[in-house]
T-cell receptor, first 115, second 112 residues
Framework: DTGVSQDPRHKITKRGQNVTFRCDPI?????LYWYRQTLGQGPEFLTY????????KSRLLSDRFSAERPKGSFSTLEIQRTEQGDSAMYLC?????????????FGPGTRLTVT | AQRVTQPEKLLSVFKGAPVELKCNYS??????LFWYVQYSRQRLQLLLR??SRESIKGFTADLNKGETSFHLKKPFAQEEDSAMYYC??????????????FGKGTKLSVIP
C-alpha cells in the first residue's frame, strides 16, 4: 500500500460537462475526506465519510456535487454541469478510527481545469 | 465558525537563522491544532500536532490558548525546510466533526 491514490491526476473539461474523480484510501482506513484547494488558498473541506456513510457535508458542496463511497472503500466525487469556478485541486484524505489523536493522510490530488 | 489565519504568505530566512511561522485561530472551544507541510512536488503531510507536544525535524509548536496562537518554530533553518506550511484546526474532540479548517499557508524559503 503506497498511500492514498487519486485518479485522474489531471482533468481538463469544457464548461457544462460532468466529471468524476476517484479516491482509493489507505486500505485499513475507514474515514475518507474530500477537500478542494484553489490557488493561494488552503484546502477547504467538502465532505466526509465514515465507512459508507456520508456524515458531513460543507455548504461549499452545492447540489451539482455528489460524493459516494458505496462499499466503504474507494470514493467518487462527481461534479455535474461544471463551471469555471470549479477549477481547483481536489484532494482526498483518509484516516483510521479510534484513539485520542488521528492523522489525515492526503492523496496527490486531482487538478481540474474547466475551460 | 472556526477560522485559521496565517498572516505571512511568504517568509524568507537565511540558512541557520531561526524560523517562526505564525498561526492564529478563532474558535470558542478547545480545538486540536496541526501543522501540515507540502514539499515541492509532494503531497500534503502532517508535520506535528499540538496534542503530541513533540519535535519533528527540529520544529516545535506550542498552543497558546490565551493568544489563540499555534506558531511553528525552529531554531536553525535548513535548506530542506523550504516548503509550503499550513496550519489547521479541528473542533474539539467529542464535537462530532472531523473536518480540518486550514489557513491559507505560508511559503518558507530558506536562502543558502
Amino acid at each position: 500500500d503506497t498511500g492514498v491514490s487519486q485518479d485522474p491526476r489531471h482533468k481538463i473539461t469544457k464548461r457544462g460537462q460532468n466529471v468524476t474523480f476517484r479516491c482509493d484510501p489507505i486500505s485499513e482506513h475507514n474515514r475518507l475526506y474530500w477537500y478542494r484547494q484553489t490557488l493561494g488558498q488552503g484546502p477547504e473541506f467538502l465532505t466526509y465519510f465514515q465507512n459508507e456513510a456520508q456524515l458531513e457535508k460543507s455548504r461549499l458542496l452545492s447540489d451539482r456535487f455528489s460524493a459516494e463511497r458505496p462499499k466503504g472503500s474507494f470514493s467518487t466525487l462527481e461534479i455535474q454541469r461544471t463551471e469555471q469556478g470549479d477549477s481547483a485541486m481536489y484532494l482526498c484524505a483518509s484516516s483510521s478510527y479510534g484513539g485520542s489523536t488521528y492523522e489525515q493522510y492526503f492523496g496527490p490530488g486531482t487538478r481540474l481545469t474547466v475551460t | 465558525a472556526q477560522r485559521v489565519t496565517q498572516p505571512e504568505k511568504l517568509l524568507s530566512v537565511f540558512k541557520g537563522a531561526p524560523v517562526e511561522l505564525k498561526c492564529n485561530y478563532s474558535y470558542s472551544g478547545s480545538p486540536e491544532l496541526f501543522w501540515y507541510v507540502q514539499y515541492s512536488r509532494q503531497r500534503l503531510q502532517l508535520l506535528l500536532r499540538h496534542i503530541s507536544r513533540e519535535s519533528i525535524k527540529g520544529f516545535t509548536a506550542d498552543l497558546n490558548k490565551g493568544e489563540t496562537s499555534f506558531h511553528l518554530k525552529k531554531p536553525f533553518a535548513q535548506e530542506e525546510d523550504s516548503a509550503m506550511y499550513y496550519c489547521a484546526l479541528r473542533e474539539e474532540s467529542g464535537a462530532g466533526s472531523y473536518q480540518l479548517t486550514f489557513g491559507k499557508g505560508t511559503k518558507l524559503s530558506v536562502i543558502p
